[in-house]
């Protein structure tokens, strides 16, 4: 009897569990970086979010996105509720603004946790469907083929990732600020974990998550990343755990610089309510950024120019 329940989960388990089929070889993806320290927009108004990202965005970014097809890639890790996943509401905000802001197609898509797949129930759980029509068209990692990347880590040497990478001009991570029982915290670079085929995460878990985590931007690193943080996620993670308001909002064009920012905020959060467990004031002592700042040259990234509304 066991033995038939064993194949029965098998059988029913999603295809790209089942076995892990590459369709070809690519190079890293390359974010557009410009020449200057990185840019990180911080707005902490509520009321004027989209008018501050406006002004900064025009500085900054919009020749980037203008006229390109994008994919945001948001967090649909599971179908827990912000800020463990996307925020329906905001997700629709923000594709507007970036309709508004004259882009090309847009395209939003995840591959959700082992556990939680596939992704397209997840979505339909927390009414994504509903909140992408008429601006955008909904995809998911699970059902699309796979490439794999050789990258130059110190725990990676390839990382299998979409191909639909390769098929649009420019990336957007949109994901959360929130705590994480494994990898400390799951803010800008623990996103691009989304992109990793879901049996490579199952190996990718049992060490070194937080290095591992940072080396997966060498295959895939987005152009932009926005960090949701309205509301926080301050102990437990990534599916539950204690919240609390935070409103803010985060934009940066390097992950790096975008989670040495986020993390301290996350910080003085934890601080705030007496939930500091082992998190440390100096971002580049948690294993995340440590191993960031040596994968990049911290002076890339840590001098970022620091926008304020």
Same mark, same amino acid.
């Given at each position: +009897?066991?033995?038939? #329940?064993?194949?029965?989960?098998?059988? +029913?388990?999603?295809?790209?569990?089942?076995?892990?089929?590459?369709?070809?070889?690519?190079?890293?993806?390359?974010?557009? #970086?410009?020449?200057?320290?990185?840019?990180?927009?911080?707005?902490?108004?509520?009321?004027?979010?989209?008018?501050?990202?406006?002004?900064?965005? $025009?500085?900054?970014?919009?020749?980037?996105?203008?006229?390109?097809?994008?994919?945001?890639?948001?967090?649909?890790?599971?179908?827990?509720?912000?800020?463990?996943?996307?925020?329906?509401?905001?997700?629709?905000?923000? #594709?507007?603004?970036?309709?508004? @802001?004259?882009?090309?197609?847009? #395209?939003?898509?995840?591959?959700?946790?082992?556990?939680?797949?596939?992704?397209?129930?997840?979505?339909?759980?927390?009414?994504?469907?509903?909140?992408?029509?008429?601006?955008?068209?909904? =995809?998911?990692?699970?059902?699309?083929?796979?490439?794999?990347?050789?990258?130059?880590?110190? !725990?990676?040497?390839?990382?299998? =990732?979409?191909?639909?990478? !390769?098929?649009?001009?420019?990336?957007?991570?949109?994901?959360?600020?929130?705590?994480?029982?494994?990898?400390?915290?799951?803010?800008?670079?623990?996103?691009?974990?989304?992109?990793?085929?879901?049996?490579?995460?199952?190996? +990718?878990?049992?060490?070194?998550?937080? $290095?591992?985590?940072?080396?997966?931007?060498?295959?895939? +690193?987005?152009?932009?990343?926005?960090?949701?943080?309205?509301?926080?996620?301050? @102990?437990?993670?990534?599916?539950?755990?204690?919240?609390?308001?935070?409103?803010?909002?985060?934009?940066?064009?390097?992950?790096?610089?975008?989670?040495?920012?986020?993390?301290?905020?996350?910080?003085?959060?934890?601080? $705030?309510?007496?939930?500091?467990?082992?998190?440390?004031?100096?971002?580049?002592?948690?294993?995340?950024?440590?191993?960031?700042?040596?994968?990049?040259?911290?002076?890339?990234?840590?001098?970022?120019?620091?926008?304020?509304?």
């Amino acid at each position: +009897m066991k033995k038939i #329940l064993r194949l029965v989960r098998k059988q +029913m388990r999603p295809k790209v569990l089942k076995n892990k089929q590459v369709k070809g070889t690519a190079r890293p993806r390359q974010a557009l #970086l410009k020449e200057r320290p990185p840019a990180v927009l911080r707005i902490s108004n509520s009321d004027h979010y989209w008018t501050a990202v406006e002004s900064a965005w $025009q500085q900054l970014w919009a020749n980037w996105f203008k006229g390109q097809s994008i994919l945001v890639k948001i967090n649909l890790n599971s179908a827990d509720p912000y800020p463990a996943s996307t925020c329906p509401v905001f997700l629709r905000e923000f #594709l507007h603004f970036l309709q508004k @802001s004259g882009a090309g197609e847009i #395209l939003v898509g995840d591959c959700s946790a082992v556990n939680s797949l596939p992704t397209r129930r997840v979505a339909r759980r927390i009414g994504l469907d509903v909140a992408v029509a008429g601006l955008a068209s909904l =995809v998911f990692f699970d059902e699309l083929e796979w490439v794999e990347v050789a990258i130059p880590g110190q !725990y990676l040497d390839k990382v299998t =990732v979409p191909g639909l990478l !390769y098929e649009v001009d420019r990336v957007i991570n949109l994901t959360n600020l929130k705590t994480h029982c494994l990898a400390d915290y799951s803010l800008a670079l623990k996103a691009a974990v989304g992109y990793m085929h879901p049996l490579e995460r199952i190996s +990718m878990h049992k060490d070194n998550l937080q $290095q591992k985590t940072v080396e997966i931007n060498l295959a895939v +690193m987005a152009d932009l990343t926005v960090i949701d943080g309205r509301m926080a996620m301050i @102990s437990g993670g990534p599916a539950r755990g204690a919240t609390c308001p935070a409103d803010l909002l985060l934009i940066g064009d390097h992950p790096a610089a975008v989670d040495y920012q986020a993390y301290q905020e996350l910080y003085r959060l934890k601080q $705030q309510h007496n939930c500091l467990e082992h998190f440390r004031e100096n971002p580049l002592d948690m294993p995340q950024l440590e191993h960031a700042a040596r994968v990049w040259p911290v002076n890339d990234w840590q001098q970022y120019q620091l926008l304020q509304y």
